[in-house]
């Protein structure tokens, strides 16, 4: 029975720091996503924000906001 109750309480305290380090991997991947996506936005001409269905306004809403949003 103590074996039973010990071993996922170590496993437990190991978790939380490999989550921490995995949830940061992942935040800098999504803004590495975000920077490279509105790079391309900020290069699209009048006709291909059209054909997206995206207004110059909104265009430039998107590329005011830092990469971390």
């Known amino acids: 029975m103590d074996r039973t109750l ?3 309480a170590q496993l437990q ?3 939380p720091r490999a989550a921490w ?3 940061l991997f992942a935040a800098v991947a999504q803004w590495q996503r975000n920077a490279r996506t509105r790079r391309q936005l900020a290069q699209l001409d009048w006709r291909a924000l059209a054909d997206v269905g995206i207004s110059p306004s909104e265009r ?3 590329l005011e906001k830092p990469f971390w949003r």
Do not use: M, N
């Open 6 to 8: 010990t071993a996922p």
């Open 13 to 15: 305290s190991s978790l």
């Open 21 to 23: 380090y995995l949830r």
């Open 60 to 62: 430039y809403q998107e």
